[in-house]
């Protein structure tokens, strides 16, 4: 009898289990009563800062397929939007980006290679939206103070002679500019730029802002009609899919601004699919946009491979498509900006999310992701604890759906039990039974279902494979009309390097590359005191560096080559290596760090400003010494730390200077 009575508990926990496996939880896809928010875009953030540095860099045909992948409709991420730096001069993450005016009587609209990549995504979709930030601002726009506002009419004209030099040379419409700081916003700046825009002819050019925090700015909004009117889009920085009940309130377009920045293995696009589909489940959000688009940066600088696919090697002509290229096409591949989202969107029963979308012509897209907590972390902010398991769910086609037959379906499995993942698959359309289907739901996985037929996973032979920078390495500027303005595989990280013609000196420094950063810029990231552009590969131990410099500061002047650099990015101040110093004062000096604080040897060089010197940098094992025009003027410095880094150049403040004849030799 007791037995009997043990049984019957098991048998019906037994009966639960079996029957709620195959029970399945039904969810209404309607626009019956009334829809949702516009849809406006997916995209991808190129900036924030020198991000996309390296793929300019790439040979053809491999530069354009990894442009394919990026904005081709129906190829790869299909991406709506681009958003760019506006560059400031300035180290903004991972790099700096020129601007188009580093001095107030200066104005150039070929520098960098934002104007490049904007054409080349205009061309593969002409109806790509086009979006302009500044990180940062030349030192002028200040007045020698590191804030952009306090001067806002000098500030909001810097910012709209870009978006006019962008039409104006490149032909192209920025529709979009965003105002954005570490510390606030400024509500006198973003009215004034307002208005400069429509005294400019710009009454389309739309402003989001800040571009970093939903507060304080939405109260502000809501207090403030003028600050109202002037701003047209609320963009948040990494909301964690959550809005605030203000934002709400404003009935603005509440856009994730900018997204992601994980690093872009498989978590990382679990990552993404998640936040793709909560961004507007969770917080309305209707836009949003990777930090970054591709990662085309030294990898061993900040955030390393936090882009949607990696492409950081021109000199092999290797990139790699990685999966968050393949969980954008679920969305943008069957929904276009203008689509609207229906009122019936939200959480599965067991966990994720599905999204839906209409053009209201009769097209459905449904964008399904199971994704589980530990495979869907994202850099920030913290992920609170969720839990998602296998389930089958049943959706109901009602309102004018009713007519839909078929869907078209797409699927991604993560797979992470047996890392054999497949993204993007095409699967047999699914027929509507009575204005419904079901599907059968397991974790990590992304579906789209949609009457969009024009889908395809877009496909190139294999890049050549993965190869280290080469030991040699040699430039020597020679170029009449370079394609941009920085020189290649040299990645700035305070200061900036252009391309530049010697007229004082047409013999053979006709053609140098010069740092033209005079003043401190001003960015909420941190410049060193020094400018540094870094070159090579960080796992270099034992080589030789070697560049004919040119100082132009009198007395003051100095400029260095340097080996092991360890550190860029917002880490560059504290950046180590061996760095060999001369200076327009006559004198010579090897420091271990980039600051010159740790003196490893000094003494008389008898150099001077306005004249070619050759600095040659020998670092083998612990010991490192120097030559000056070819003989050696130090020898034997011991060096501990580090034991690797990139090569470089740089200055000894900002001031003008110029190299030449750069070469690397490295064991």
Known sequence: MELSLMVVPVLALVLALVLDSCWSQSYVLTDGDKLGRVFDGIGGLSGGGATSRLLVNYAEPYRSQILDYLFKPNFGASLHILKVEIGGDAQTTDGTEPSHMHYDNDENYFRGYEWWLMKEAKKRNPNITLIGLPWAFPGWVGRGKNWPYDYPDITAAYVVKWILGAKQYHDLDIQYVGI??????????????????????????????????????????LLDPELSSAVDVIGAHYPGTITVTEALKTQKKLWSSEDYSSFNDEVGGGCWARILNQNYVNGLMTATISWNLVASYYEDLPFGRDGLMTAEEPWSGNYVVESPIWITAHTT???????????????????????????????????????????????????????VTSQNATFQLKGSFTSIEELQVWRSQFNFKTKKPYFFEKLPPLKVLNGSFTLSLAEDEVYTLTTITTGNKGSYPDPPPSAPFPKVYKDNFDVLN???????????QTGVFEYYVNLTDPGPHLFTLRQV???RPITWATDADQTISVIGDHQWQDLTVSCDIFMENIQTGGVFVAARVDKGGGSVRSARGVFFWVFADGSYRVTNDLAGQTVLAEGLSGTQAFGWYTLTLTVQGQYASGLLNGFPLWRNAVVLTPKNGWAAIGTHSFELAQFDNFSVIAE
């Open 333 to 387: 591949q069957f929904s276009q900006p203008g689509w609207t989202y229906l009122q019936t969107v939200g959480h599965l029963e067991h966990g994720g999310s599905y999204v839906a979308l209409t053009d209201g012509k009769g097209n459905l897209t449904v964008v399904i992701e199971t994704m589980t907590h530990d495979h869907s972390v994202c850099i920030r902010p913290p992920l609170p604890p969720f839990n």
């Open 180 to 221: 954005w700081n570490e510390r606030s916003y400024d509500a006198k700046y973003i009215k004034l730029l307002r208005y400069t825009l429509d005294k400019s002819g710009l009454e389309a050019v739309r402003i989001v802002a800040s571009d970093n925090l939903w507060e304080p700015i939405v109260v502000s909004l």
């Open 517 to 519: 950063v005079t003043q």
């Open 482 to 492: 370079p394609p941009f303005s920085e020189a290649p595989d040299f990645a700035d």
